[in-house]
């Protein structure tokens, strides 16, 4: 079998320590993903970028 483009990487929070598990193609963005979305810990939409 072979194996996919796809990876899953951790997103973090630039507020708080909370993380995002989340899967991308790491040929459509080989750059490192910077996503707004929700963070539980601080209660509102926050930047998470992506750790390694």
Do not use: C, W
């Not at 991308?24 to 750790?51: A, G």
């Amino acid at each position: 079998m072979a194996k996919g483009h796809r990876i899953t990487v951790k997103l973090k929070s630039t507020e708080s320590p909370y993380m995002y598990s989340v899967k991308k193609n790491k040929q459509n963005t080989p750059d490192r993903l910077e996503i707004k979305k929700y963070d539980p810990v601080v209660r509102k939409h926050v930047v998470f970028k992506e750790s390694r």
